[in-house]
T-cell receptor, first 113, second 115 residues
Framework: SQQGEEDPQALSIQEGENATMNCSYK?????LQWYRQNSGRGLVHLIL?????REKHSGRLRVTLDTSKKSSSLLITASRAADTASYFC?????????????FGQGTILTVHP | NAGVMQNPRHLVRRRGQEARLRCSPM?????VYWYRQLPEEGLKFMVY????????ESGMPKERFSAEFPKEGPSILRIQQVVRGDSAAYFC?????????????FGSGTQLSVL
């Protein structure tokens, strides 16, 4: 199976609730990034966490990284209908010095107003 | 400051024809990546280019696919003799310094449909 697998595959919540998405990967990494994709559009970068970091915040986003378990989570607090999108984690493998990313299959998040 | 521009947005080709996908990176970015996305899947790396150089083409099929990023003009992903399995969304991304710790800026993609 491929590097960077997200779970759940789909998540449906009500506005105001928190959304948590998980990502697992297989090889050692330098960095892990989360991207968002609205239907039919390109990806938009959300947040990057380095392999020596354990947690990072940006606005309503909170990312954790556990390199011993090769996993990461993305928490979106106080979700809004506009957060409806697909969310992907992406890693760049140790030893790679450029932006060659391995993406997971994504979590489809639906936030109901 | 315009973002990454891809055209065409949609491209329909019959089997055996050629497809040319264009990508203009963000102003000031000289590093371009091409990714392919099949329906309901994540993106798969295809090729990484700097101006006039292919740095890593390990994700690109050896036959029928080629990419270039000339000194002047956009990056081009070319698919010769397309087959139905080439139908996918092709995304271009750029970054200023080509570092793994940089975020990538993505275009809106080209949806290729092969009839």
């Amino acid at each position: 199976s491929q590097q960077g697998e997200e779970d759940p595959q789909a998540l449906s919540i009500q506005e105001g609730e928190n959304a948590t998405m998980n990502c697992s990967y297989k090889t050692s990494i330098n960095n892990l990034q989360w991207y968002r994709q609205n239907s039919g559009r390109g990806l938009v970068h959300l947040i990057l966490i380095r392999s020596n970091e354990r947690e990072k915040h940006s606005g309503r986003l909170r990312v954790t990284l556990d390199t011993s378990k090769k996993s990461s989570s993305l928490l979106i607090t106080a979700s809004r209908a506009a957060d409806t999108a697909s969310y992907f984690c992406a890693t760049d493998a140790s030893g790679t010095s450029y932006g060659k990313l391995t993406f997971g299959q994504g979590t489809i998040l639906t936030v109901h107003p | 400051n315009a973002g990454v521009m891809q055209n065409p947005r949609h491209l329909v080709r019959r089997r055996g024809q050629e497809a040319r996908l264009r990508c203009s990176p963000m102003k000031g970015h000289s590093h371009v990546y091409w990714y392919r996305q099949l329906p309901e899947e994540g993106l798969k790396f295809m090729v990484y280019l700097q101006k006039e150089n292919i740095i890593d083409e390990s994700g690109m099929p050896k036959e029928r696919f080629s990419a270039e990023f000339p000194k002047e003009g956009p990056s081009i992903l070319r698919i010769q003799q397309v087959v139905r399995g080439d139908s996918a969304a092709y995304f271009c991304a750029s970054s200023p310094n080509g570092q793994g710790s940089e975020k990538l800026f993505f275009g809106s993609g080209t949806q290729l449909s092969v009839l």
